[in-house]
């Protein structure tokens, strides 16, 4: 049967409205389809007994956190920035392993969002766990940031209940609520972005060198495959440097690899025949633009065997 937008809607708002029982809850919001659709729900459910927040990690996109509270903010959602790009930092400091950074990620995460919420008296937390996020963690393929009751976590450890009126719904599915909630196209139509940004696009130890690198190679490969329409295109910083050359003289730097996938959900995804004459440009900007880069790479693998990103 089509996925009925108007239906779900309702039984969402339902969900939610008897969960929270006429309390406060939190919205973990990061400004991409799911943590939006999820929040912009629970605002319709329980109206001003809603709190929203952004948490500024360190790890997002060129003026990302700006960009993304106006946008929320003209969603409907009276949200606050929490900076705690400090605290994430010295979460990862020093680990190499990609499962060791994503769970010292959510650990921070959930961390601070109980802080928050205990500040607020919120026991209750809405987020926008979808159903890939809980197979690929479940199923050991990696952890995601948002799943924990489904793993052995209990929530309540952090200070509040965790209400997921998406978890059995695919990305199709949640772009066609976003529409149907009247959310602008820059949300529902949004690339993904995994939940700890570019600490896993960057492999290996991360510091804020390596991330500001990712960062704006990630800029350049976004702006030059805009016209593409590819489910996902990014840069990830890979471990270790190469020789190259610069104005005449030998240079030791950073290896940058470009992906460009096309996927429905996420849990498949198939590498783009990207035209050799865009790759060439986009290295080229890459290795001019970018400080401390020696070497741009393509990567051709699909999902499988890979995973869309790299740690």
Do not use: W
Not at 1 to 18: K, L, N, T
Not at 128 to 150: C, F, R, S, W
Not at 245 to 260: E, L
Request: charged share 30%; proline share 5%; hydrophobic share 45%.
């Amino acid at each position: 049967m089509p996925f009925d937008s108007a239906s779900f809607v309702e039984s969402a708002v339902r969900e939610i409205q008897s969960k929270v029982n006429g309390q406060l809850a939190l919205a973990a919001c990061s400004g991409g389809v799911d943590s939006t659709v999820a929040a912009v729900l629970a605002k319709r459910a329980i109206g001003d007994k809603l709190r929203a927040v952004y948490i500024d990690d360190g790890f997002r996109r060129f003026k990302e956190p700006e960009e993304t509270v106006k946008l929320l903010k003209s969603c409907g959602l009276d949200v606050e920035t929490v900076d705690a790009r400090e605290e994430f930092y010295a979460a990862v400091r020093g680990l190499r392993d990609a499962e060791e950074k994503r769970k010292a990620f959510r650990h921070t995460f959930y961390t601070v969002l109980g802080r928050v919420a205990k500040a607020l008296g919120a026991r209750f937390l809405v987020q926008g766990t979808i159903a890939p996020d809980v197979i690929e963690t479940a199923g050991g393929v990696k952890t995601q940031h948002n799943v924990l009751a489904q793993v052995g976590v209990d929530p309540r450890a952090y200070g509040f209940e965790v209400i997921e009126p998406l978890r059995e719904l695919y990305k199709p599915q949640v772009r066609a609520l976003a529409r149907y909630l009247g959310l602008p196209a820059e949300i529902s139509e949004k690339m993904p972005f995994p939940g700890p940004g570019l600490l896993i696009r960057v492999l290996g130890e991360v510091t804020p060198e390596k991330v500001e690198i990712v960062r704006q190679a990630t800029r350049i490969v976004e702006e030059e495959t805009r016209a593409l329409g590819a489910f996902q295109a990014f840069a990830a910083l890979l471990e270790g440097k190469a020789t190259g050359i610069k104005q005449g003289r030998r240079v030791y730097g950073y290896i940058v690899a470009i992906r460009v996938v096309d996927s429905a959900e996420a849990l498949t995804a198939t590498a783009r025949e990207v035209p050799y004459p865009l790759l060439k440009r986009i290295a080229r900007r890459i290795i001019e633009e970018v400080p401390g880069v020696a070497r741009v790479v393509y990567d051709v693998t699909d999902k499988p065997p890979a995973t869309i990103e790299y740690e």
